[in-house]
C-alpha cells in the first residue's frame, strides 16, 4: 500500500479533518454538506442529502449539487493518487458528460470504482512524463437502489 495514500486517507475519513480539508479546498462541498461514506484504492463513495440548500425549484436535488458530489468520488480517487507524489502530479478535469435518469430526492450516493485505473494513469504519466486522460464514472443512486444520475468525467493527469 502507497503510505501517502493512507495518509490521505485518514484526512478523507475521519470527519473533523475532512471538514477542515473541505472548508480549505472545497468550500461549496463543505456547505452542500457532502460526505465521504467509503474510501479505499479503489472505490470511493460521496452521500449528499436532499435539503433546503441542495434544492431546485422542482422539488429535487440542484443538478450542479449532483455533478459536485459526483465529481468527488472521483476527484478524491485521483487526489489521493497523486497525494505527495514526486514528481508533483496535476489532474484537472476537461469534460464531463451525464444522463440524468430519476429525481434526486433524499439520500443519494455517488460511487465511482475507477481508483486502479486511475492509479495505473499516473504512475504511467510520472514513468513517461507526459499527460494522460482518462475516463472516471461515478453512478448515483438514491435509498431504494434506483439510479437517478450516472457522470462521466475525462481527467487529465500530467506529471510535472
Given at each position: 500500500?502507497?503510505?501517502?495514500?493512507?495518509?490521505?486517507?485518514?484526512?478523507?475519513?475521519?470527519?473533523?479533518?475532512?471538514?477542515?480539508?473541505l472548508l480549505q479546498k472545497l468550500p461549496a462541498a463543505f456547505f452542500a454538506g457532502l460526505r465521504i461514506?467509503?474510501f479505499s484504492p479503489n472505490t470511493c463513495v460521496v452521500k449528499v442529502r436532499y435539503?433546503?440548500?441542495?434544492?431546485?425549484?422542482?422539488?429535487?436535488?440542484?443538478?450542479?449539487?449532483?455533478?459536485?458530489?459526483?465529481?468527488?468520488?472521483?476527484?478524491?480517487?485521483?487526489?489521493?493518487?497523486?497525494?505527495?507524489?514526486?514528481?508533483?502530479?496535476?489532474?484537472?478535469?476537461?469534460?464531463?458528460?451525464?444522463?440524468?435518469?430519476?429525481?434526486?430526492?433524499?439520500?443519494?450516493?455517488?460511487?465511482?470504482?475507477?481508483?486502479?485505473?486511475?492509479?495505473?494513469?499516473?504512475?504511467?504519466?510520472?514513468?513517461?512524463?507526459?499527460?494522460?486522460?482518462?475516463?472516471?464514472?461515478?453512478?448515483?443512486?438514491?435509498?431504494?437502489?434506483?439510479?437517478?444520475?450516472?457522470?462521466?468525467?475525462?481527467?487529465?493527469?500530467?506529471?510535472?
Open positions: 500500500m502507497n503510505p501517502a495514500f493512507d495518509k490521505f486517507k485518514k484526512i478523507v475519513t475521519s470527519p473533523f479533518t475532512f471538514k477542515l480539508f461514506q467509503e435539503n433546503w440548500f441542495t434544492k431546485n425549484p422542482f422539488k429535487s436535488m440542484y443538478f450542479a449539487v449532483e455533478a459536485m458530489a459526483a465529481e468527488m468520488c472521483s476527484g478524491m480517487l485521483v487526489f489521493a493518487h497523486v497525494y505527495e507524489r514526486s514528481p508533483k502530479v496535476s489532474m484537472l478535469v476537461v469534460k464531463m458528460e451525464v444522463d440524468f435518469i430519476k429525481k434526486a430526492t433524499g439520500i443519494i450516493l455517488f460511487t465511482c470504482e475507477d481508483g486502479q485505473l486511475i492509479e495505473e494513469a499516473v504512475n504511467e504519466s510520472i514513468a513517461t512524463k507526459e499527460g494522460k486522460a482518462i475516463v472516471c464514472k461515478s453512478v448515483g443512486k438514491n435509498e431504494l437502489g434506483e439510479i437517478v444520475a450516472i457522470f462521466n468525467f475525462t481527467w487529465s493527469i500530467k506529471a510535472k
